[in-house]
């Protein structure tokens, strides 16, 4: 079933176009997590007006006129045809509205099972740009998001990897990354990294050193306390714990290459800092070879 510009149906996985070639990457994507999860699928392709548009670049307000006059207004209907087409039995709706992307795909996260985003890679110092939209949406979405940054795996090949480090906020995301084990029928890569441990008043740097295997014991004893709760609500979803000595972001990147999502827990900032994500998501982000998905704290 498909409608077009529609009211958000509640607990929809929600999939953000933006008329570019990720669009149809963001939509299988989306269409697959919707239809695991037995959730209506909503589309939206935000239009940004030349109050949006000059609030983040005033150069831009020059040519928004022609813009709108020309804009292309079958992207919406084109990805419901094709949702139609691809997933008949997937109930499928959208809408279309005015405003700026970011701040429209927060707003319909409200309620929500899942948003969708694409983002884009850009090098050298642009990296600060990446996905403006994704970031955004990320830092401020009220339930979980999902990006799919450019040239990323997007099967759903490989376990569900999540990254621990024992807070309440780990546990939320090991929570959802047992719960989309469990749906999709895989396992789940518990990763809990260290990098400086002094044992005995010694730097612990060897793994030869008898200290090394009380470090990784330590640590792999928050992750199993962290896991408990979690575990007596998904029994029968198969996981292990890798305790990883090195850089968070680095480790996590590598994890994403073998994995089907990379599920992070992030404690965000709020207030006047609400802009900024963890440090650690932030850069895995810009690197991971997988789709990542972002929890918020509230």
Same mark, same amino acid.
């Given at each position: 079933?498909?409608?077009?510009? !529609?009211?958000?149906?509640?607990? /929809?996985?929600?999939? =953000?176009?933006?008329?570019? @070639?990720?669009?149809?990457?963001? &939509?299988?994507?989306?269409? *697959?997590?919707? !239809?695991?999860?037995?959730?209506?699928?909503?589309?939206?392709? /935000? #239009?940004?007006?030349?109050?949006? &548009?000059?609030?983040?670049?005033?150069?831009?307000?020059?040519?928004?006129?022609?813009?709108?006059?020309?804009?292309?207004?079958?992207?919406?209907?084109? /990805?419901?045809? +094709?949702?139609?087409?691809?997933?008949?039995?997937? !109930?499928?709706?959208?809408? $279309?509205?005015?405003?700026?992307?970011?701040?429209?795909?927060?707003?319909?996260? $409200? *309620?929500?099972?899942?948003?969708?985003?694409?983002?884009?890679?850009?090098?050298?110092?642009?990296?600060?740009? &990446? =996905?403006?939209?994704?970031?955004?949406?990320?830092?401020?979405?009220?339930?979980?998001? %999902?990006? &799919?940054?450019?040239?990323?795996?997007?099967?759903?090949?490989?376990?569900?990897?999540?990254? %621990?480090?024992?807070? $309440?906020?780990?546990?939320?995301?090991?929570? #959802?990354?047992?719960?989309?084990? *469990?749906?999709?029928?895989? +396992?789940?890569?518990?990763?809990?990294?260290?990098?400086?441990?002094?044992?005995?008043?010694?730097? %612990? !740097?060897?793994?030869?050193?008898?200290?090394?295997?009380?470090?990784?014991?330590?640590?792999?004893?928050?992750? @199993?306390?962290?896991?408990?709760?979690?575990?007596?609500?998904?029994?029968?979803?198969?996981?292990?714990?890798? %305790?990883? #000595?090195?850089?968070?972001?680095?480790?996590?990147? @590598?994890?994403?290459?073998?994995?089907?999502?990379?599920?992070? =827990?992030?404690?965000?900032? =709020?207030?006047?800092?609400?802009?900024?994500?963890? +440090?650690?998501?932030?850069?895995?982000?810009?690197?991971?070879?997988?789709?990542?998905?972002?929890?918020?704290?509230?």
């Amino acid at each position: 079933m498909t409608e077009a510009h !529609t009211q958000i149906p509640t607990d /929809a996985v929600i999939v =953000g176009l933006d008329g570019s @070639e990720r669009d149809a990457t963001c &939509l299988a994507w989306a269409a *697959g997590a919707a !239809t695991r999860a037995r959730k209506p699928l909503h589309l939206i392709h /935000a #239009r940004e007006t030349a109050a949006e &548009l000059g609030a983040s670049d005033p150069a831009a307000v020059r040519g928004v006129a022609a813009a709108i006059l020309y804009a292309d207004d079958s992207v919406l209907e084109d /990805a419901i045809a +094709s949702a139609t087409e691809q997933w008949p039995d997937l !109930t499928t709706t959208g809408s $279309e509205p005015w405003g700026n992307p970011e701040r429209v795909l927060v707003e319909a996260s $409200e *309620g929500a099972h899942l948003v969708v985003v694409g983002s884009r890679r850009l090098s050298g110092l642009q990296r600060l740009l &990446l =996905g403006r939209s994704a970031l955004a949406v990320a830092m401020h979405a009220k339930c979980p998001v %999902v990006l &799919l940054p450019d040239g990323a795996r997007t099967d759903a090949e490989g376990p569900v990897v999540v990254g %621990v480090d024992g807070s $309440e906020h780990a546990q939320r995301a090991a929570d #959802r990354a047992f719960w989309i084990a *469990g749906v999709r029928g895989t +396992s789940v890569r518990v990763v809990i990294c260290w990098y400086l441990e002094v044992v005995d008043g010694s730097v %612990v !740097t060897t793994p030869e050193n008898p200290a090394w295997a009380q470090v990784e014991d330590k640590y792999r004893t928050i992750a @199993e306390n962290l896991l408990k709760p979690v575990r007596e609500r998904y029994p029968d979803v198969p996981y292990e714990i890798a %305790v990883r #000595r090195g850089d968070a972001p680095q480790i996590l990147t @590598e994890e994403s290459s073998a994995a089907s999502l990379l599920v992070m =827990g992030s404690r965000g900032r =709020g207030g006047f800092r609400g802009m900024l994500l963890g +440090s650690v998501t932030h850069k895995v982000i810009e690197t991971a070879a997988c789709p990542v998905m972002v929890i918020r704290q509230a």
